[in-house]
DNA sequence: ACAATTACCTGTATGC
DNA sequence: TGCATACAGGTAATTG
């Protein structure tokens, strides 16, 4: 599932790619994917990407007339470059051919970017600078974990006067942006927290164990380009490798890699939820 | 105003 | 083997 450190690999893989280059045109065979294309594709048309970023779990491509078009990924959409003609060597026809659910084709004048999307719910915007946070929600968004705005005192200060279970205040865009449910269950895990216990219940040191575990769990995935559960693929269309050194995500009923005790699995905040009764507390 | 639930989708795993 | 059902989870929309 793309979480902060799988689009944050897919962005930089896609900056030195994109940086520079003339967009061409997109097209989709979902109605439901690029929001806003009719009406503005053509502002963008012949235009020069001057900037690829990422703001939480969204990726923008910024263009020289101060369009954007921005990219959301959600449950299983991957974003995979290929370059003008790639397909070439590989068939008679000399087609670049679709890839496997490719649902929305974005063209440059080197090659294309193929939105891969099973259940079809990515999305992509093309709006300017000043409405695309408001149409794509991006102005909601709360803090960057990555950024240095966010320390241990931000930290304390977005979670004091919240209410409810540790793992639902971590799946909150609009107060910590980028964490799902793989780096919110290891960053409880690292914290010694239970994810169903009560934010408001957590004195500092425990505040700041979260805030640490978090971090850690986030870091550490960027470091390994992602975790490939499932769909994860990187702009290469390669996996990546955080899936081997996770503690808990996906471990339910599996002995726990710190004590040996049986990882028990439960739901919170509507979410698969796994986590150690004996490292959590 | 806020929290909980449902909708959006389809592939994979499980149960009978 | 085949069919039905549950499950996966990011976010918006809807409901309570």
């Known amino acids: ?23 061409v045109a997109i097209k989709s065979s979902h109605k439901n994917h690029v929001v806003g294309a009719t ?28 369009y954007v078009m921005t ?9 995979i470059w290929r370059d003008v003609g790639s397909d070439r060597s590989m068939t008679d026809e000399g087609s670049d051919a679709p890839l496997k659910y490719e649902r929305t084709r974005i063209d440059f004048e080197k090659g294309s970017l193929r939105f891969c999307d099973v259940r079809k719910f990515g999305r992509v915007w093309i709006y ?16 960057e974990p990555l950024s240095k705005d966010f320390d241990m005192a931000s930290f304390v200060n977005i979670f ?9 205040c971590l799946l909150d865009q609009r107060l910590v942006v980028g964490i799902g449910n793989i780096y919110a269950d290891e960053g409880c895990f690292y914290a010694g927290i ?22 850690k769990a986030l870091k550490q995935g960027i470091r390994n380009r992602g975790t490939s559960i499932s769909d994860f693929a990187d702009a290469h269309g390669k996996a990546g490798r955080n899936q081997e050194v996770l503690y808990v995500y996906g471990r339910g009923g599996k002995p726990c890699l710190k004590c040996g005790d049986e990882l028990v699995k439960i739901k919170v905040a509507q979410r698969g939820t796994v986590f150690c009764r004996k490292c959590q507390k």
């Open 39 to 66: 009406k503005n594709m053509g502002c963008i048309k012949g235009k020069k990407v001057v900037l690829v970023a990422r703001r939480g779990k969204f990726i923008n491509i910024f263009f020289e007339n101060d």
């Open 128 to 143: 300017d600078l000043k409405n695309y946070k408001k149409v794509t929600g991006i102005e909601k968004l709360g803090i």
């Open 1 to 23: 599932m793309p979480e902060l450190p799988e689009v944050e690999t897919i962005v930089s893989d896609l900056r030195p790619i994109l940086k520079g280059q003339y967009f």
């Open 194 to 215: 239970r994810p169903d216990s009560k934010i408001e219940k957590l004195n500092n040191h425990d505040l700041k164990n979260l805030f640490n575990g978090v971090l």
């Open 160 to 168: 004091a006067d919240r209410r409810g279970t540790v793992k639902k």
């Open 71 to 79: 990219i959301h990924l959600k449950m299983s959409g991957r974003l």
